[in-house]
C-alpha cells in the first residue's frame, strides 16, 4: 500500500462521503480498498474490523458448521477459535481444545466417514440449519423429561424418592432392551422360545 494510495482513498472517501466510488476505484487499482483505506487512518476502525475478522467470523463459522452438520468447516471453525481461548485467558479449554484438534485429526476410518456424513451433530426436526450439538440434545430430551411434570424437581431433597425414579427410569429402559433383544432372536432361531 504506498502513501499515494492511500491518499487517494481517503481523499475521495472525505470528498464525496462514498464506498462505491473506493470500491470501484480500488477495482481498478488505483487506490486502496475503503477497508484498507479506514485500517490505515482509523484506530477504531481498525480494532473493529480486527474483531469482527478475528473473533467473530470463527464464531460464525463455527456456528454454521454446526447447524448445517459440516465436518471440515467445523474442523477449520475449531482451529481458528483455538487462539482465542489463549487470548482470552480460557486455559482450561485451550488445554483441552489442543488435545480435541489432534484428535479431531486421528479418528478411526469408520468414525471418520460418520462425522463426514454429519453424524457429529444430531436433528431434533427435519429441517435445514437445525443441527444442534449432542450435549444440548441431551437437555432439550432427557432433561426436559426429568424436570417436568413428575420429574426430578424437589425430588432431590428425598433421597428414597430420588432413587425410585431413577431405578424405575433405568430399568424400563432396560426392560425395553431386553425385550428388543429377545425380539431379534425369536427372529432368528423361533425354536429357542418353545
Known sequence: MSPKHLGLAVH???????RKLVEHIYRLGYCVSDREQGRATSPTFKFWDDFLSRVMQPIKMFIAATRNANWPVYQEAKVQLHPLLFATNRSNYARYMSVLLLL???LPPEVQADVEMGLFVAKLTEAKFNSVWLDYTLETTENKALKGSGGIIG?????SALARLVTAMYSSKFAAMLSQMKQSTK???PSTFK
Request: proline share 0%; charged share 40%.
Open 12 to 18: 475521495l472517501h472525505h470528498e464525496f462521503g462514498s
Open 104 to 106: 479431531m485429526k486421528r
Open 155 to 159: 425430588l432431590t431433597l428425598k433421597g
Open 187 to 189: 427372529e432368528k432361531d
